[in-house]
């Protein structure tokens, strides 16, 4: 999580937990109290079915709540990677902060999320198919299912920072993406330095 999500989040807290007096709870980290029992651990269990479906609320404090939560949790919250990447779309700038910074703490996601990532990828906003082209590399070969559409996205005119995520990615998946070797060699030839170095890195992980 980088330092400048985690003081978001921290200041977040702080303004929305001053008036709450004593007995402040995770449940209180908003301005309108969010049902305990609907959105606490019971033990040292993460109810993350109940925190994605929060994630779905009308209301952006609860969404913010469940981001945050499934953030604290790390990995146990992996069954929610496709969830997560989804509300990096959120209108609420808060929501997607706690978003993102659950997502870099939430290491590889179940090999399951690779169809649900790999259309987000090919068709979603840039922050969300730049973190499903993360979570995708994070698999490795696993998301060797996903390689038509990074390459796609790494010929693509889009946003220059998806591309240069699913040319990482690509690398990630190595030996399996060597389908793509042609296509990413026609794009090195005229991309942009990172891209290309990015590429070249990912071309000698795949091998010939």
């Known amino acids: 999580m980088s330092r400048r999500v985690r003081e978001a989040i921290r200041v977040h807290r702080q303004e929305h937990c001053a008036n709450a007096g004593p007995g402040t709870t995770i449940g ?5 109290p969010i049902p305990l029992e609907d959105i606490l651990p019971v033990g ?15 209301d952006a404090d609860v969404r913010l709540t469940a981001a945050d939560m499934l953030g604290r949790a790390g990995g146990l919250a992996s069954a929610a990677a496709v969830h997560l990447v989804r509300a990096c779309g959120d209108t609420d700038e808060r929501v997607r902060e706690a978003v993102v910074a ?9 090999s399951g999320a690779v169809p649900g990532l790999t259309d987000i990828a090919a068709a979603a906003g840039p922050l969300e198919a730049y973190w499903a082209a993360t979570l995708l590399g994070r698999l490795g ?5 996903a390689v038509p559409v990074l390459t796609a996205c790494v010929e693509s ?8 995520r699913a040319a990482w990615a690509l690398g ?3 030996p399996a993406a060597a389908a793509s070797r042609e296509r990413l060699l ?7 330095p990172r891209l290309k170095r990015l590429i070249d890195e990912a071309l000698a992980a795949i091998g010939r």
């Open 141 to 145: 070969g696993d998301a060797a299912g």
């Open 186 to 192: 026609r794009v090195a030839a005229t991309g942009e």
């Open 157 to 164: 005119a889009g946003d220059i920072a998806v591309r240069e």
């Open 172 to 174: 990630r998946i190595g």
């Open 28 to 32: 209180r980290l908003t301005q309108r």
């Open 44 to 58: 040292d269990v993460i109810p993350v079915a109940l925190l994605v479906d929060r994630l779905g609320s009308p």
């Open 102 to 110: 659950a997502l870099e703490d939430l290491g590889p996601p179940p």
